[in-house]
C-alpha cells in the first residue's frame, strides 16, 4: 500500500510508427496542492513538483495550522479575560444601584460599598477566575481537537473513523458515567450561575456550614462543629445561601402580657438604633432598623420582632450584640422578659386504707 503522501505512478503508453513506447511519470498534482502545480506550471517538471509539495507544501500547511490554532486560541482567551474582567465588579443590590445612578451613595450605603470592595469583591474575584478558568480549558480542549483533526486529514489520512469512533467513545461515556457527568454538568451551571462560592454560608439540605472549596465534581464545606462535608453537584437539589449581597438579623423578644407594648415598642427601637449609630458597626447595618412589632402571643408571652439590615455574614454578631444591649436596657427600664411557666397541679388518689381519695403533688 503506498505512502498518502506519495503520489502514484502511472504509466503512459505512446504509440509511434515503430512501436509502443512505455514511459513512467509521475500523476499529475492534486488540485488542492497549490505549491505542487505552481511548480509544475513554472518547471514542467512532475517530480520535482511532487518533492517541492512533500518538503515545503506539507509542512508549510501543518505549521499554518498550529499558528492558526494558537492565534483562535489566543484571541478567545482574550475575550474571556474581557469576559472575566467584567464579571469581577459584580452586580449590586437594586437599592445600591439606583443609589449610585442617583448619585447619592453616601453614609451607610458608602460603608456597605467599601465592605463589599473587602469581602464581596474576593469572592467575586474568585467566582471570576474559576469561570475564566473553565471557559479557558473548554477554548483550548476544542480548539487544539479540531486542529489535530485538520493536521490528520493534511497528512492523507481519513479522519471519519476517528469522527465515528469519537462519537461511539461519547455514547459509552454517556451511559456509563452518567452520575459523572450529572456532576460535572450541575458544578458548571453553579459556577456560572452563582449559586455560591468560596466563603459563603449555605444550607444543601443535608449538610450546611461554610464553602471551602468549589469544584466540578463535589463541594467541600464545614459546619459549625468543624465537621467537613463533601457534597456531589449532581446531589445538590436545594441552595440557601446566607451570604450574598445582603443579611438580616431576625430578633423576636418575648414580653410578659402584663407588660406596655407601647414602651416595649420605644425601648426597642432606641436599643436598635443606639446600634445603628454606634461606630464599631459603621458598614455592618446598611439599613435603619425597624420593629414590625407584634408577631405573635403565644402561650409564654407577646413576641415583638426587630429587624436589621447587614453586611452578608454580620446578622449572627449583630444578633448577639443585640440581645445583650435588649437584656440590658430592659432590666433598666423595668421591663421583665417572658419565661416559660410552670404548672403545678394535684391528683387525687384513693387510700390504701380507707378507699377514699387523698391528694398528691
Not at 493534511?154 to 465515528?164: C, F, K, N, R, S
Not at 455514547?171 to 456560572?192: E, H, N, P, R, Y
Request: aromatic residues 6%; negative net charge; proline residues 3%.
Amino acid at each position: 500500500m503506498p505512502h498518502p503522501l506519495i503520489t502514484p505512478i502511472m504509466t503512459v503508453t505512446e504509440v509511434s510508427g515503430s512501436g509502443t513506447t512505455s514511459i513512467d511519470t509521475m500523476a499529475a498534482c492534486a488540485s488542492d496542492e497549490w505549491l505542487c502545480n505552481l511548480v509544475l506550471d513554472r518547471t514542467d517538471n512532475q517530480p520535482l513538483a511532487n518533492v517541492a509539495d512533500w518538503v515545503v507544501g506539507k509542512p508549510s500547511a501543518l505549521v499554518g495550522l498550529v499558528v492558526i490554532g494558537l492565534l483562535v486560541r489566543w484571541l478567545l482567551h482574550r475575550v474571556i479575560d474581557r469576559v472575566v474582567k467584567q464579571a469581577e465588579v459584580g452586580v449590586l443590590p437594586d437599592r445600591l444601584s439606583r443609589a449610585i445612578s442617583g448619585g447619592k451613595v453616601a453614609g451607610r450605603v458608602g460603608e456597605y460599598l467599601n465592605l463589599g470592595e473587602d469581602a464581596g469583591y474576593t469572592r467575586r474575584v474568585q467566582r471570576a477566575a474559576t469561570m475564566g478558568s473553565l471557559l479557558k480549558s473548554i477554548v483550548t480542549g476544542v480548539v487544539f481537537t479540531v486542529i489535530a483533526l485538520m493536521f490528520i486529514s493534511e497528512l492523507g489520512y481519513d479522519i471519519a473513523p476517528l469522527i465515528a469512533g469519537a462519537g461511539i467513545l461519547g455514547v459509552a461515556l454517556g451511559f456509563g458515567a452518567q452520575t459523572l457527568v450529572k456532576d460535572f454538568l450541575s458544578g458548571i451551571f453553579m459556577i456560572f450561575e452563582d449559586q455560591y462560592g468560596v466563603g459563603d454560608v449555605v444550607d444543601l439540605g443535608e449538610a450546611s456550614g461554610t464553602i471551602e472549596a468549589v469544584s466540578l465534581r463535589v463541594t467541600r464545606l464545614r459546619d459549625v462543629n468543624g465537621t467537613v462535608w463533601y457534597v456531589r453537584n449532581g446531589e445538590v437539589l436545594r441552595v440557601g445561601n446566607m451570604s450574598q449581597n445582603w443579611a438580616r438579623t431576625v430578633l423576636d423578644v418575648t414580653v410578659g402580657y402584663t407588660e406596655d407594648l407601647v414602651k416595649v415598642r420605644q425601648v426597642l427601637e432606641e436599643v436598635a438604633h443606639s446600634l445603628w449609630d454606634d461606630e464599631d458597626f459603621q458598614g455592618q447595618i446598611i439599613e435603619e432598623p425597624e420593629v414590625w412589632g407584634v408577631e405573635s402571643l403565644g402561650v409564654d408571652g407577646i413576641v415583638m420582632r426587630v429587624t436589621l439590615k447587614t453586611a452578608p455574614l454580620q446578622q449572627w454578631a449583630i444578633a448577639r450584640t443585640m440581645r445583650e444591649r435588649v437584656k440590658a436596657r430592659f432590666e433598666a427600664e423595668g421591663i421583665n422578659l417572658a419565661v416559660a411557666q410552670r404548672v403545678t397541679w394535684q391528683q387525687s388518689a384513693p387510700s390504701a386504707a380507707s378507699g377514699e381519695p387523698t391528694e398528691k403533688a
